[in-house]
Nanobody, 117 residues
């Protein structure tokens, strides 16, 4: 079982920055694909960024060049650095862990990010 706890959400003006963190309580963190998803009101949940066990990354086109995902296996934590934030980035952001061996998915509780002037 993997438990995920997000932190770092909040309100920021357009052009500002936020850093989300997701701490995982598991001994298998180094083997997990870690993802950040977001869900805006009235919209489907979408993947924002992915970091695999080898630290390879992938980003949604809408955030490329502005967001950076990283992981610290020693701390069992994944981060999402969000720069040049736009109102369209407003959403609840969810941390997700995917175990490629068992094909199990785990979700955090979500953290609200609001970008508004």
């Amino acid at each position: 079982q993997v438990q995920l706890v997000e932190s770092g959400g909040g309100s920021v003006q357009p052009g500002g920055s936020l850093r989300l963190s997701c701490a995982a309580s598991t001994s298998i963190f180094a083997f997990l694909v870690m993802n950040w998803y977001r869900q805006a009101p009235g919209k489907l949940r979408e993947v924002v960024a992915t970091v695999n066990p080898g630290s390879g990354t992938n980003y949604a086109d809408s955030v490329k060049g502005r967001f950076t995902i990283s992981r610290d296996n020693g701390r069992s934590t994944v981060y999402l650095q969000m720069d040049s934030l736009k109102p369209d980035d407003t959403a609840v952001y969810f941390c997700n862990a995917y175990d490629i061996r068992s094909r199990d998915n785990y979700w955090g509780q979500g953290t609200q990010v609001t970008v508004s002037s």
